[in-house]
């Protein structure tokens, strides 16, 4: 089955402590994209990245990093966890960027 | 980054009655405008899209218009079901990033 897997669903951690989130992807899309979703702010774009180990800042990168080393994996990394990256995070995966784009389940974090 | 401005941010129709959610955008390169449809706990699914070289594009009971002249597409949706209740987005492509609007709760109502 055609599929974007992201993990964990929920996390709950502390300010500072370096986390991960992990997205897969099991299409052969070029294309892999972050973002984050917040209350009257739609979706807004972190890192995106057109290929394996070409990968650029979206609309709000401060504060994330991420890598491609595999076609399949776009992992998020998280450094310094704040508050303000309390949020509702999606993976998503399409061939190119003017294609449909598919979207994992989403992973709800919280940082107190 | 660019913008896109989405309207209404809620929107109740009775079941039957059309719905229409309008968005603009700035960039004029843009060429690559799709709606997505996001379900309470899923993430967003493309329900249609358009590009720049059409002005019209239909599937059953969804339909996209674009006015690149004007830089604002629309999405309507007829004869709308229960099942049609979600939050919609548009979205799209300038340059080599996406941008979403801010989304439409739509409530259908039995």
């Known amino acids: 089955e055609a599929q974007v897997t992201q993990n964990p669903r929920y996390l709950i951690t502390v300010t500072g402590k370096k986390l991960t989130v992990t997205c897969s992807q099991n299409m052969n899309h070029e294309y892999m994209s972050w973002y984050r979703q917040d209350p009257g702010l739609g979706l807004r774009q972190i890192y995106y990245s057109m290929n394996v180990e070409v990968t650029d800042k979206g609309d709000v990168p401060e504060g994330y990093k991420v890598s491609r080393k595999e076609k399949r994996n776009f992992p998020l990394i998280l450094e310094s966890p704040s508050p303000n990256q309390t949020s509702l995070y999606f993976c998503a995966s399409s061939m190119g960027r003017r294609t449909e784009a598919f979207f994992g389940q989403g992973t709800r974090l919280t940082v107190v | 980054g660019e913008n896109v401005e989405q309207h209404p941010s809620t929107l109740s129709v009775q079941e039957g009655d059309s719905a229409v959610i309008k968005c603009t955008y700035s960039d004029s390169a843009s060429n690559y405008f799709p709606w997505y449809k996001q379900e309470l706990g899923k993430g967003p699914q493309l329900i249609i899209d358009?590009?720049?070289?059409?002005g019209e594009k239909k599937d059953q009971r969804i339909a996209v218009t674009l006015n690149k002249t004007a830089k604002h597409f629309s999405l309507h949706i007829t004869e709308t079901q229960p099942e049609d209740s979600a939050v919609y987005f548009c979205a799209q492509t300038a340059g080599n990033q996406f941008y979403f609007g801010t989304g439409t709760s739509l409530t259908v109502i039995p």
């Open positions: 358009i590009r720049s070289n059409v």
